[in-house]
């Protein structure tokens, strides 16, 4: 299924730093590792396995001295790969740390594919495929949050809940088969009610795991929340105001954000995304007009809505033009601005059926409100335990879902009288969807993907 030559690639990011890691993986990385690197005793076939040793990395046909470096000796099957395994400590700087693999390369490794040393891992029964993808999130994740649900992953933990599942879907399919091949073994025999109840109970196994997308996704992707309103009613202020930062152009000139500026923020280990849009209005200029139907797909395309009122003045058309836009599937949070000024009591009364805040964005009073309903609309709480396994991969949840339409499909067909092997297809049908999570059956092509996704020396 894989190539098992000797794969080499640079393992930190690119940049300039105080280290970066060589990763050598393969049946031939120590002899790729003694032909680069000189010790001053021996060579890295004499040292123990799992040692950190000092030396250079040498061109062996110039005698040139590349650098000095620590390299890190791991055997098979006790590394990351499953492989033996080489890591070169040189010192960072994209010069140096390219010379180290260009000598690398030449001497019998190959440069690794995009997370191919994670696929190694996989392919090599050393992690399963949730466990391979929670290490990309690991990698990714926007906040400490995130990274600890994905831990929780690349623990085992959500694989230990599937394993689970699909143990009670083999043990019910052993003795389904005794009930359809041996019915002389009556107390081995399964009834439809038992059959139903069995799955039911798995079911509702999958059912505890399906309900935690929705938070795992927020925690992986972030929330989306757009700020709306008319011109001059302080969006841009707010925006400055919530990112604690500059960013958008405060003048008193109405219709001054003609595009689209936006900034993401860690809300207590969320990712909020915060949309300054165009003030809406009846606009006369070509490019407010198309920054003002920017705003307007905002409202589709954002979790949660802000709608900004200045509360100094009363409603006017513009406002109530607004009013009549926002979505009834969409979160919306009126945000009750420029409370500091003399108020308009009509225009706070409006609102009385909304979700509202007061606050003002100038004094930045009222902005940890935003937060706290910002959080609150999204469904999340102050009480949610860090670290629960959570569902965020969308390759997950559809087979999540998919074996539980099989499991609904056996019923039904159970229910309706038809014979159990019918319904045994279902079930099996489940249990390899459930495989295809953790790998057992997922096609190499899906495999394949899922890597190519993977970062560089990874």
Known sequence: MFNEDTIAAIATPSGYGGISIIRISGSEAFEVCDRVFKMKKGSIFDVPKNTINYGHIVNKDTNEIIDEVLVSKMCEPHSFTAEDVIEINCHGGMSVTKDVLTLVLKN????????????????????????????????????????????????????????????????????????????EYDEEDLTN????????????????????????????????????????????????????????????????????????????????????????????????????DKSIEMLEESNIILFCIDTSRALDTEDMDIIKMLPDNKEVLVVLNKMDLNTNMDTIKAFENYKTVAISALKK??????????????????????????????????????????????????????????????????????????????????????FKNFCLGK
């Open 193 to 292: 009610n038992e059959i139903v109840e069995l799955i039911n109970s798995m079911k509702s196994k999958l059912n505890k795991i399906i309900a935690t997308f929705e938070k795992g996704e927020i925690l992986k992707d972030g929330i989306k929340v757009a700020i709306i309103g008319k011109p001059n009613v302080g969006k841009s202020q707010l925006l400055n105001a919530l990112i604690n930062e500059n960013k958008a152009i405060v003048t008193e000139e109405a219709g001054t954000t003609r595009d689209i500026v936006d900034e993401v923020v860690n809300i207590k280990g969320v990712p909020i995304k915060f949309i300054d849009t165009a003030g809406i209005r009846n606009a006369d200029s070509k490019v407010e007009k198309i920054g003002i």
């Open 365 to 450: 009073e009222g902005i940890e409100k935003i937060e706290n309903k910002i959080y609150e609309l999204a469904g999340l709480t102050e009480d949610d335990e860090v670290g629960n396994t959570l569902v965020s991969n969308v390759r997950h949840k559809n087979l999540l879902i998919g074996a539980r339409e099989d499991f609904d499909n056996a019923i039904k067909m159970i229910n309706e009288g038809l014979e159990v092997d019918l319904a045994e297809i279902d079930i099996n049908s489940a249990l390899d969807k459930l495989g295809g999570i953790t790998g057992e059956t997922t096609s190499e092509d899906i495999i394949d993907e899922i």
């Open 108 to 183: 019998g490794a190959r440069l690794a594919e995009a997370g191919e040393f994670t696929k190694r891992a996989f392919l090599n029964g050393r992690i399963d495929l949730v466990q391979a993808e929670a290490i990309s999130d690991i990698i990714t994740a926007k906040t400490s949050n995130f990274a600890k649900s994905a831990m929780s992953s690349l623990k085992g933990d959500l694989s230990s809940k599937i394993d689970e599942i699909k143990s009670d879907i083999t043990n019910m399919l052993a003795r389904l088969e005794v009930t359809i091949q041996y019915p």
